[in-house]
């Protein structure tokens, strides 16, 4: 079974520019979820999707970052424009329907970002 | 959310268990346990969870205290590549992870 793929893996901008993270989940996860993990911290959860709607977007940064997932498969994460402190790894996850026995979530490598 | 307690850092040698303690002393009567962890520039991965019973499977086991306000995960014969972050963590139903800073867990060859 593939994992969750995310791309791309590095990415280096300036500040003030624009990027975008694309993830894929595993094949028939209805939830996904982007998280956030600052160096040295645990991940901090982002948003998180049921299909292709928002269930939390409570600690999304909604003046500069945007999350899609418009046909409930693959989605978009995308940050505009870049600050400093956000040079972190983000981290896409996916896990089963909600109502099944266990959701547990299965994470993909991360994208690293760097923004001098 | 309910706050775990971790140590920042642990150190084990080769193919000895690992016991890996978790305070959790405001828990709530329907708040899961669970145990994720983090290798080198990886994303986490799930070791495990429980609610009240111990747990086995075959990445770890699962102590509950019996008030339930601490746990300890027990790797039987650490190897080098359990060397990772272990997050211990509280969830209600919906499963929503709350990561800490987790536990570093350096085996020694």
């Known amino acids: 079974e593939a994992g969750v793929a995310q791309s791309p893996r590095y990415k280096i901008i300036e500040k003030r520019q624009s990027v975008a993270f694309w993830c894929n989940p595993i094949?028939?996860?209805?939830?996904l979820y982007w998280y956030q993990q600052i160096l040295g911290q645990g991940p901090k959860l982002l948003i998180q999707f049921q299909n292709n709607g928002v269930v939390d977007d409570s600690q999304l940064p909604k003046d500069r970052f945007s999350a899609e997932r418009l046909k409930g498969v693959d989605s978009t994460l995308k940050i505009q424009p870049a600050k400093l402190e956000d040079s972190a790894v983000y981290l896409c996850?996916?896990?089963?329907?909600?109502?099944?026995?266990?959701?547990?979530?299965?994470f993909g490598p991360g994208t690293r970002l760097t923004v001098l | 959310d309910a706050k775990t307690t971790q140590p920042n850092s642990m150190e084990s040698n080769e193919e000895e268990p690992v016991h890996l303690p978790c305070n959790h002393s405001?828990?709530?009567?329907?708040?899961?346990i669970h145990w994720y962890r983090q290798l080198p520039s990886q994303g986490p991965e799930y070791v495990i969870h429980g609610l009240t019973s111990n747990v086995n499977n075959r990445m770890a086991s699962l102590a509950i205290a019996e008030d339930r306000k601490s746990s300890t995960l027990i790797l039987h014969r650490a190897t080098l590549r359990d060397a990772a972050v272990y997050y211990c963590?509280?969830?209600?139903?919906?499963?929503?992870?709350?990561f800490g800073a987790g536990t570093t867990v350096t085996v020694r060859a």
């Open positions: 094949s028939g996860h209805a939830t």
């Open positions: 963590i509280l969830t209600a139903n919906d499963y929503k992870l709350s």
């Open positions: 405001t828990i709530s009567g329907t708040d899961y």
């Open positions: 996850a996916s896990s089963p329907a909600r109502g099944r026995t266990y959701n547990e979530q299965f």
